[in-house]
């Protein structure tokens, strides 16, 4: 019991000698591989930059690129506010009098209610009590979520790579740890995008034109007439962003595979035994 309590404190403390070891190295961020990496921080995480931007240049760039992308992921997403308008007729009245219905992220278009300008009466309509039809809320928040702890997730590499280089090279697990993750997130990538791609298509049916039909005072002597919808161009930006992002994590796995040991575990268990530096595995 007395050797394994002396054997976790001297892990410890070669761990805390490691960590409190901080050197800021930029070079990485000079090559391809550390380039990449900041962009998918940008796009979709900035994890990949780190760990590749160290080891290989063509990672180095890989990282930066996907790094800007997770920010306009979850930007173009979670900051959507829009609203649909309709034209309404009230019988005996010659003038169309608007009421709008204002939806957004995370867009429970059952809960946005159709609203009339202060102490206007429309038709003695009460259009409050008539909503949208749908609940998006779990695909939107998905993805806006999974893309929020990638890009955190891409901070936390970065810095280990550019603050903690040999921590990472003279760890067998760090690289494994972070292929997986690259792997998982990949996949995960695939189904956030997929699900809110989904949901947009909805999104778009549930506030155009066939809204006119599903409002019952709109079905008897009032007449209505569909009028506009907020333009959801950022939203279809927000999912060209989700499948690049699973393209770069895709892509970026391979170079976070070559720095396991199941690329080449022979040199790679060789330079752990000597306390020396893999070298670079290139393309």
């Not at 609203?115 to 809320?137: A, E, F, R």
Request: charge should be neutral; charged fraction near 10%; glycine fraction near 8%.
């Amino acid at each position: 019991m007395a050797s394994n309590i002396y054997w976790v404190r001297q892990r410890i403390s070669r761990l805390g000698q490691r960590m409190s070891s901080f050197q800021l190295n930029i070079n990485p961020l000079k090559e391809p591989l550390g380039f990449i990496k900041v962009l998918e921080w940008s796009l979709g995480g900035v994890g990949e930059y780190i760990r590749h931007c160290t080891f290989a240049s063509d990672s180095v760039a890989e990282s930066m690129f996907i790094q800007i992308a997770s920010i306009f992921a979850f930007a173009t997403c979670g900051g959507f506010n829009g609203k649909t308008e309709i034209q309404v007729s009230c019988p005996k009245v010659t003038e169309n009098k608007t009421i709008t219905a204002a939806f957004g992220y995370p867009f429970r278009l059952n809960e946005a209610s159709f609203q009339t300008h202060p102490y206007v009466n429309v038709c003695d309509v009460n259009w409050k009590s008539y909503v949208l039809i749908g609940d998006y809320s779990s695909s939107a928040q998905f993805y806006v979520t999974f893309a929020v702890f990638v890009f955190l997730y891409c901070i936390a590499a970065l810095l280990l790579y550019v603050g903690y280089t040999s921590l990472y090279r003279d760890s067998q697990k760090l690289p494994m740890i972070d292929f997986v993750v690259t792997l998982v997130a990949a996949f995960l990538w695939l189904v956030s995008t997929s699900a809110w791609a989904k949901a947009l298509t909805d999104i778009k049916v549930a506030t155009g034109q066939g809204i006119v039909k599903e409002l019952e005072p709109c079905n008897q002597e009032v007449v209505c007439y569909f009028g506009s919808v907020t333009s959801m161009g950022s939203l279809n930006v927000s999912v060209i962003f989700g499948f690049l992002n699973m393209i770069l994590w895709g892509g970026n796995a391979w170079f976070v595979y070559k720095e396991t040991s199941l690329h080449s575990p022979s040199n790679t268990s060789a330079s752990h035994s000597q306390g020396g530096i893999p070298p670079p595995s290139g393309i």
